[in-house]
Protein backbone atom coordinates (compact mmCIF):
# COMPACT_ATOMS: atom_id res chain seq x y z
CA UNK A 1 0.00 0.00 0.00
CA UNK A 2 1.47 2.99 -0.69
CA UNK A 3 2.12 5.76 1.69
CA UNK A 4 3.35 9.37 1.57
CA UNK A 5 4.96 11.25 3.83
CA UNK A 6 6.42 15.29 4.07
CA UNK A 7 9.14 17.29 5.82
CA UNK A 8 8.81 19.31 7.55
CA UNK A 9 5.21 19.53 8.17
CA UNK A 10 5.98 23.58 8.41
CA UNK A 11 8.42 26.12 7.70
CA UNK A 12 8.71 29.22 8.05
CA UNK A 13 11.45 31.55 6.26
CA UNK A 14 12.18 35.26 5.17
CA UNK A 15 11.57 36.29 2.06
CA UNK A 16 14.74 35.46 -0.48
CA UNK A 17 15.26 32.02 0.55
CA UNK A 18 15.97 29.26 -1.02
CA UNK A 19 14.06 26.11 0.14
CA UNK A 20 13.61 22.61 -0.37
CA UNK A 21 10.41 20.77 0.90
CA UNK A 22 10.61 16.66 1.38
CA UNK A 23 8.29 13.95 0.39
CA UNK A 24 9.02 10.41 0.19
CA UNK A 25 6.84 7.08 -0.75
CA UNK A 26 6.68 3.61 0.24
CA UNK A 27 6.14 1.92 -3.17
CA UNK A 28 9.08 2.53 -5.71
CA UNK A 29 6.70 0.92 -8.35
CA UNK A 30 4.67 4.28 -8.87
CA UNK A 31 3.70 6.07 -12.02
CA UNK A 32 4.15 9.02 -11.51
CA UNK A 33 4.64 12.25 -8.77
CA UNK A 34 2.35 15.36 -8.99
CA UNK A 35 3.39 18.14 -6.19
CA UNK A 36 0.03 20.97 -5.97
CA UNK A 37 -0.30 24.11 -4.10
CA UNK A 38 -3.27 24.52 -1.60
CA UNK A 39 -4.05 27.63 -0.48
CA UNK A 40 -6.06 28.35 2.59
CA UNK A 41 -9.90 27.85 1.99
CA UNK A 42 -9.12 26.62 -1.66
CA UNK A 43 -8.68 23.74 -3.88
CA UNK A 44 -5.75 22.87 -5.38
CA UNK A 45 -3.53 23.94 -7.87
CA UNK A 46 -0.82 21.65 -9.48
CA UNK A 47 2.20 22.52 -9.92
CA UNK A 48 4.84 19.91 -11.45
CA UNK A 49 4.34 16.58 -12.76
CA UNK A 50 6.84 14.32 -12.93
CA UNK A 51 6.76 11.19 -15.38
CA UNK A 52 8.38 7.94 -13.67
CA UNK A 53 10.58 7.60 -16.41
CA UNK A 54 11.60 11.41 -15.70
CA UNK A 55 13.79 12.56 -12.80
CA UNK A 56 12.92 16.03 -12.93
CA UNK A 57 10.60 19.16 -14.06
CA UNK A 58 10.78 22.70 -14.12
CA UNK A 59 8.72 25.87 -13.94
CA UNK A 60 9.61 29.08 -12.89
CA UNK A 61 11.28 29.39 -10.00
CA UNK A 62 10.24 25.43 -8.89
CA UNK A 63 11.86 22.32 -9.68
CA UNK A 64 10.85 19.14 -8.34
CA UNK A 65 13.23 16.03 -8.56
CA UNK A 66 12.04 12.15 -8.50
CA UNK A 67 14.15 9.46 -7.53
CA UNK A 68 12.34 6.54 -7.67
CA UNK A 69 14.89 4.03 -6.06
CA UNK A 70 15.06 5.75 -2.93
CA UNK A 71 11.40 6.88 -2.69
CA UNK A 72 11.79 10.61 -2.35
CA UNK A 73 11.19 13.90 -4.10
CA UNK A 74 11.98 17.23 -3.33
CA UNK A 75 10.28 20.30 -4.56
CA UNK A 76 12.57 23.13 -4.39
CA UNK A 77 11.79 26.64 -4.50
CA UNK A 78 14.12 30.05 -5.17
CA UNK A 79 14.39 33.30 -4.00
CA UNK A 80 10.79 32.31 -1.71
CA UNK A 81 8.36 35.40 -1.75
CA UNK A 82 5.42 36.04 0.48
CA UNK A 83 3.31 35.15 -1.85
CA UNK A 84 4.70 31.31 -1.65
CA UNK A 85 3.00 30.81 1.41
CA UNK A 86 0.50 27.59 1.33
CA UNK A 87 0.44 24.69 1.73
CA UNK A 88 2.41 22.39 -0.46
CA UNK A 89 0.92 18.86 -0.94
CA UNK A 90 3.10 15.64 -2.93
CA UNK A 91 1.14 12.62 -4.06
CA UNK A 92 2.12 9.53 -5.49
CA UNK A 93 0.19 7.63 -7.95
CA UNK A 94 -0.91 4.13 -6.31
CA UNK A 95 0.63 0.85 -7.76
CA UNK A 96 -2.22 0.59 -10.73
CA UNK A 97 -2.04 4.21 -11.57
CA UNK A 98 -5.71 4.88 -10.56
CA UNK A 99 -5.52 7.19 -7.55
CA UNK A 100 -3.49 9.94 -6.48
CA UNK A 101 -1.88 8.99 -2.34
CA UNK A 102 -1.75 11.83 -0.72
CA UNK A 103 1.04 13.43 1.88
CA UNK A 104 -0.51 15.75 4.39
CA UNK A 105 1.93 18.76 3.41
CA UNK A 106 3.95 21.22 4.27
CA UNK A 107 3.00 24.59 5.04
CA UNK A 108 5.48 27.29 4.03
CA UNK A 109 5.37 30.52 5.67
CA UNK A 110 7.53 33.19 3.88
CA UNK A 111 7.96 36.64 5.84
CA UNK A 112 8.76 40.05 4.03
CA UNK B 1 -15.68 23.40 -18.78
CA UNK B 2 -12.92 25.13 -18.63
CA UNK B 3 -12.25 24.04 -15.30
CA UNK B 4 -13.96 21.49 -12.55
CA UNK B 5 -16.88 22.65 -10.99
CA UNK B 6 -18.29 21.66 -7.69
CA UNK B 7 -21.67 22.52 -6.11
CA UNK B 8 -22.86 23.62 -3.28
CA UNK B 9 -19.45 25.45 -2.58
CA UNK B 10 -20.66 25.41 1.00
CA UNK B 11 -23.36 23.12 2.80
CA UNK B 12 -24.55 22.84 6.56
CA UNK B 13 -26.87 20.08 7.25
CA UNK B 14 -28.28 18.68 10.28
CA UNK B 15 -27.06 15.19 11.61
CA UNK B 16 -29.44 12.23 10.12
CA UNK B 17 -29.96 13.76 6.76
CA UNK B 18 -28.81 12.67 3.49
CA UNK B 19 -26.73 15.49 1.62
CA UNK B 20 -25.94 15.29 -2.45
CA UNK B 21 -22.84 16.76 -3.83
CA UNK B 22 -22.05 17.36 -7.60
CA UNK B 23 -19.15 17.46 -9.63
CA UNK B 24 -18.87 18.88 -13.26
CA UNK B 25 -15.45 17.68 -14.80
CA UNK B 26 -13.67 19.26 -17.67
CA UNK B 27 -14.75 17.95 -21.10
CA UNK B 28 -13.04 15.38 -22.23
CA UNK B 29 -11.28 14.22 -18.88
CA UNK B 30 -12.36 10.18 -18.77
CA UNK B 31 -11.38 9.97 -15.19
CA UNK B 32 -13.04 11.02 -12.38
CA UNK B 33 -12.01 11.23 -8.65
CA UNK B 34 -13.57 12.50 -5.29
CA UNK B 35 -11.30 13.03 -2.14
CA UNK B 36 -12.09 13.90 1.44
CA UNK B 37 -10.38 16.49 3.55
CA UNK B 38 -10.76 16.90 7.41
CA UNK B 39 -9.98 19.85 9.11
CA UNK B 40 -5.94 19.44 9.43
CA UNK B 41 -5.95 16.11 7.40
CA UNK B 42 -4.73 15.33 4.52
CA UNK B 43 -6.27 14.24 1.10
CA UNK B 44 -8.50 10.53 1.51
CA UNK B 45 -9.42 9.01 -1.61
CA UNK B 46 -13.08 8.11 -1.98
CA UNK B 47 -14.13 7.03 -5.47
CA UNK B 48 -12.55 6.60 -8.50
CA UNK B 49 -14.47 6.72 -12.06
CA UNK B 50 -12.76 5.86 -15.14
CA UNK B 51 -15.32 5.83 -18.20
CA UNK B 52 -17.54 3.00 -17.99
CA UNK B 53 -15.90 0.91 -16.31
CA UNK B 54 -16.64 -0.37 -12.77
CA UNK B 55 -15.68 2.52 -10.23
CA UNK B 56 -13.04 1.60 -7.51
CA UNK B 57 -14.98 2.36 -4.34
CA UNK B 58 -11.91 1.35 -2.06
CA UNK B 59 -11.93 4.62 -0.31
CA UNK B 60 -15.93 4.77 0.94
CA UNK B 61 -16.04 4.88 4.67
CA UNK B 62 -19.09 3.24 5.44
CA UNK B 63 -22.00 2.17 3.31
CA UNK B 64 -23.63 5.80 3.71
CA UNK B 65 -21.14 6.95 0.90
CA UNK B 66 -22.24 6.70 -2.72
CA UNK B 67 -21.64 8.06 -5.72
CA UNK B 68 -22.69 7.60 -9.43
CA UNK B 69 -21.28 8.94 -12.57
CA UNK B 70 -22.91 8.21 -15.86
CA UNK B 71 -20.49 7.89 -18.77
CA UNK B 72 -18.29 10.81 -18.64
CA UNK B 73 -20.48 13.55 -17.37
CA UNK B 74 -21.61 14.74 -13.97
CA UNK B 75 -20.94 12.73 -10.80
CA UNK B 76 -23.12 12.66 -7.47
CA UNK B 77 -21.76 11.80 -4.15
CA UNK B 78 -24.44 11.30 -1.64
CA UNK B 79 -23.98 10.35 2.01
CA UNK B 80 -26.61 9.10 3.49
CA UNK B 81 -27.22 9.96 7.32
CA UNK B 82 -24.91 12.15 7.87
CA UNK B 83 -23.05 12.18 10.75
CA UNK B 84 -20.57 15.17 12.39
CA UNK B 85 -17.40 13.32 11.35
CA UNK B 86 -18.39 13.70 8.10
CA UNK B 87 -18.03 17.48 7.91
CA UNK B 88 -14.75 18.17 5.82
CA UNK B 89 -14.54 19.99 2.49
CA UNK B 90 -15.18 17.25 -0.46
CA UNK B 91 -12.79 17.63 -3.42
CA UNK B 92 -13.73 16.28 -6.93
CA UNK B 93 -10.53 15.90 -9.84
CA UNK B 94 -10.75 14.50 -13.17
CA UNK B 95 -7.93 13.41 -15.43
CA UNK B 96 -8.03 12.87 -19.22
CA UNK B 97 -7.40 9.49 -18.64
CA UNK B 98 -6.69 6.96 -15.50
CA UNK B 99 -3.27 5.21 -15.98
CA UNK B 100 -0.88 7.84 -14.37
CA UNK B 101 -0.02 9.70 -17.28
CA UNK B 102 -1.93 12.52 -16.89
CA UNK B 103 -2.39 14.83 -13.96
CA UNK B 104 -4.97 15.48 -11.71
CA UNK B 105 -7.42 19.28 -11.98
CA UNK B 106 -9.18 19.94 -8.84
CA UNK B 107 -12.34 21.63 -8.39
CA UNK B 108 -12.40 23.98 -5.09
CA UNK B 109 -14.67 21.87 -3.78
CA UNK B 110 -17.88 21.42 -1.34
CA UNK B 111 -17.09 22.59 2.13
CA UNK B 112 -19.67 19.91 4.92
CA UNK B 113 -20.87 20.98 7.64
CA UNK B 114 -22.98 19.05 10.07
CA UNK B 115 -24.89 20.26 12.82
Known amino acids: KQEVTQIPAALSVPEGENLVLNCSFT??????LQWFRQDPGKGLTSLLL?????REQTSGRLNASLDKSSGRSTLYIAASQPGDSATYLC???????????FGKGTTLSVSS | GAGVSQSPSNKVTEKGKDVELRCDPI?????LYWYRQRLGQGLEFLIY????????KSGLPSDRFSAERTGESVSTLTIQRTQQEDSAVYLC?????????????FGSGTRLTVV
Open chain 2, 27 to 31: SGHTA
Open chain 1, 50 to 54: IQSSQ
Open chain 2, 49 to 56: FQGNSAPD
Open chain 2, 93 to 105: ASSRQSGGNYGYT
Open chain 1, 27 to 32: DSAIYN
Open chain 1, 91 to 101: AAFNQAGTALI
